[in-house]
């Protein structure tokens, strides 16, 4: 049981090191694209959930926001960045459900599915789904005039604009995360047989 505890606080601290790495080198973590970064940041958060659990795989989203929220005070990538991620309900909230949210669909699939690769790929693209719906969702609440201004298009076709990024970007990183997510947790797994 002691040791147990020990390979995954080991492992937890690996992640947690990786993910703030990831959230402040661009190409590590984000790509800019200089309109909104496309992340693949989120896939080690869903690792966390589905290696560690929901509660450890929150912790890493944690550290994701706050690392998201420094990058943005301190070396933004879009024009976006100073605006909207420097404010912590959706730079922070949005990344501590990601891992709740991966890690419960895991725990709940992993016992109707043998193939556990099924499991882990359903509960990295719920994962990929909850960070992107609320962030957008987050964004456009909150700060519908001030994106209308920096894409300099009408509040009334921000929804249309929102769900371009769904499709150039929500849709490539659910993608990214169902092929890679399962993948690294299998390995992680298979190593570290205390974590099962």
Known sequence: MQRRKAYRIAILGILMAIIF????VPFLGFIPTGFINITIIHIT??????????????????????????RAFTSPTSIIDTMVFTNPIVAILPRIIVGVVAGY??????????????????????????????VLSLMRVMYASVLSQA??????????????????????????????????????????KFLD
């Open 45 to 70: 958060v869903i690792v966390a959930a589905i290696v560690l659990g929901p509660k450890y795989g929150s912790i890493v989203g944690l550290v994701w926001g706050l690392g998201t929220m420094i």
């Open 21 to 24: 790495v990831q959230s402040l």
């Open 151 to 192: 894409y300099a298009t009408q509040t009334d076709l921000l929804n249309k604009l929102l769900l371009i990024i769904v499709g150039t970007n929500g849709v490539p990183e659910m993608i990214a995360a169902i092929i890679i997510a399962p993948a690294i947790s299998t390995a992680i797994l298979k190593a570290n």
């Open 105 to 134: 669909v895991y725990i709940g699939l992993k016992k109707h599915f043998k193939n556990r690769l099924i499991s882990m790929g359903i509960a990295a693209a719920a994962g990929s789904i909850t960070n992107t719906v609320l």
